[in-house]
């Protein structure tokens, strides 16, 4: 099933050449159907790529979704002209009386600064208290994930003394899990980060499971006890060649940067990277978007915001259990 997005938008000739299954505004239209509703918080600089590599992943289900994408009111991107701005992202003041069955927040550039120093910081923790009372499921991804976990929880980041950077071997903790059900034993996912969040800390919070870590990348999976909430450290969204172009960015600007690792075939740039994580990367946003959204959130959004909160309600709300 497709996803629903702009006619006009960008990535929606990208993902037809690729024979990605799309629906146009026009086409959605004439059928007589729910789609899910997601809204995609994107904090990237580079708004096309970002986009079209999620809507990649976010295609490949048996689903029919229908995409708005968010930006920050607070700041504007250098990157993106105010024209393309205009016609395919929203504001918050556009959303915050609509209900959405899933959010997702991107990562963003700026985790080596203090969350209170990031110019949107006060936006964007207005988004994540909406979101908590209008999104029935949050998927929040890399400093994203960094982000929420210390707004909701108060849990901090910690400044590494190299960039953790490359792909790196992960392994399931809680197999029975329905966001990892698929999943093997061991899997490899991108990293990309200067900073990290400390097993130690989250053993101090109840309602929070790690449902995977790495021994050499750290944190990778976590999740609140009611599945509403999930938190995930790296970049299962990336392309091939995405690590590349970071790695070969720095070097242009004179930056010292190792080598991405496990990423490049025979660890050699000119011989191209090897692409290991595709398939679980794939797993990881189908699961999410199935039973953590599809078969969880109301057909009638308008009840959301009454009914399905985070603390629960004496409707008692069907949760995703750990």
């Given amino acids: 099933m497709p996803v629903k997005i702009s006619d006009a938008l960008p990535a929606k000739n990208v993902l037809e050449q690729e024979n990605i299954f799309v629906m146009t505004e026009k086409r959605a239209a004439s059928q007589d159907i729910r789609p899910l509703r997601l809204l995609i918080l994107n904090l990237m600089p580079l708004k096309t790529s970002t986009e079209t590599s999620l809507l990649r992943r976010l295609s490949n289900t048996p689903l029919q979704i229908e995409v708005d ?49 990031v110019e949107y910081w006060d936006e ?38 190299h960039k953790m950077f490359g792909i790196f071997e992960h392994r399931v903790k809680v197999s029975n899990t329905p966001l990892l059900r ?3 034993d061991t ?25 995977s870590d790495s021994d050499e990348a750290g944190l990778y999976i976590v999740a609140s006890e009611d599945g509403r909430q999930v938190f995930v450290f790296g970049h ?49 946003y189908t ?10 959130t109301p057909f009638d959004l308008d009840l959301l915001p009454e009914t399905y909160t985070l603390q629960g309600s004496p409707a008692e709300p069907k949760h995703i259990r750990l």
């Fill in 182 to 184: 698929g999943f093997d």
């Fill in 236 to 284: 299962p969204e990336y392309e091939s060649g995405t690590l590349d172009q970071e790695y070969r960015r720095d070097i242009d600007k004179g930056l010292h940067i190792e080598m991405p690792k496990n990423y490049y075939r025979n660890d050699d740039p000119e011989q191209g990277p090897v692409v290991s994580w595709y398939s679980h990367a794939q797993l990881l």
């Fill in 187 to 211: 899997f490899k996912a991108p990293h990309s980060r200067h900073t990290e969040v400390r097993s130690e800390d989250l053993e101090k919070v109840k309602e929070l499971h790690v449902l």
């Fill in 124 to 161: 964007l923790c207005e988004i994540m208290e909406w979101g908590a009372n209008h999104v029935f499921a949050t998927l929040f991804l890399c400093w994203g994930a960094q982000a929420g976990l210390y707004y909701h929880y108060g849990i901090r980041k910690y400044a590494m003394e």
């Fill in 287 to 296: 699961n999410w978007l199935n039973y953590y959204v599809y078969q969880t």
């Fill in 69 to 117: 994408f968010l930006r920050t009111a607070t700041y504007t991107s250098r990157h993106a002209s105010a024209e393309y701005l205009e016609e395919f992202y929203k504001t918050f003041d556009q959303v915050r009386k609509l209900s959405y069955d899933g959010l997702i927040i991107t990562g963003a550039p700026v985790e080596t600064m203090e969350f209170e120093d």
